[in-house]
């Protein structure tokens, strides 16, 4: 079964930065469109954006100009660079394919001070 793994979370000030990853251990996605999302407390997992195979990516309007999805196909990662970090970014963020979505891993914790 795959098994998505996130890390790259931490805390970080108001305005600051952070660059996620996303290992699928045992499996490749490299073919697949990949997501990223975030649930914050007391909220829906909400989407962040997305990266089609050949890099295209398409991002929510909550962080558009603020967040880079990327991928290393040749490592089998994905990445979310994200920067100007806001306090409603707090939340846990997770990865996914959107083609053949897998159980949802643990995520990783990014938590931004105000």
């Known amino acids: 079964q795959v098994r998505l793994v996130e890390s790259g979370g931490g805390l970080v000030q108001y305005g600051g930065s952070l660059r996620l990853s996303c290992v699928a251990p045992?499996?490749?996605?490299?073919?697949?469109?990949m997501g990223w999302y975030r649930q914050a407390p007391g909220k829906q997992r909400e989407s962040v954006g997305w990266?089609?195979?050949?890099?295209?990516?398409q991002y929510s309007q909550s962080t558009k100009g603020r967040f880079i999805i990327s991928r290393d196909n040749a490592k089998n990662t994905l990445y979310l660079q994200m920067n100007n970090l806001q306090p409603e970014d707090t939340a846990v963020y997770y990865c996914n394919s959107l083609n053949r979505p897998a159980p949802w891993g643990p995520g990783t914790q990014v938590t931004v001070s105000s």
């Open positions: 990266i089609a195979p050949v890099g295209g990516t």
């Open positions: 045992g499996t490749t996605f490299s073919s697949d469109t």
